[in-house]
């Protein structure tokens, strides 16, 4: 072989390598960029089902509010009606009582 190709060879053999590691160094960007962005996303999917969860929470305690003060007016309803109707019986309870004792 001559000197001109032994040269030749190791030219290509340096051209070679520095082209292996120049390819090395990228993927090893490419990867470090993309652990990025998806850090970047993993954080902003979480940040937005944090969001989505306290508005959802939100959401069932003013229905449980809601329903809480239904129930309070429904049962202030009843015992307003049981009232009523009490005080519709008492004359008749009293008239029962008296009768009781004066016999």
Do not use: P, Y
């Not at 030749?8 to 590691?21: D, L």
């Not at 929470?57 to 009232?83: I, M, P, W, Y």
């Amino acid at each position: 072989m001559s000197l001109e190709a032994v040269e030749k060879v190791a030219e290509t053999e340096q051209k070679n390598k520095e082209r292996r590691t120049a390819a090395a160094l990228e993927a090893k960007e490419l990867l470090a960029g993309a652990q990025k962005d998806g850090l970047a996303l993993l954080s902003a999917v979480r940040e937005k089902a944090k969001k989505e969860n306290k508005e959802r929470l939100r959401q069932a305690e003013d229905r449980g509010n809601k329903r809480a003060e239904a129930l309070r007016e429904e049962a202030q309803h009843n015992a307003d009606a049981l009232r009523t109707e009490a005080k519709a019986h008492l004359t008749e309870a009293a008239e029962q009582i008296v009768g009781r004792v004066v016999k």
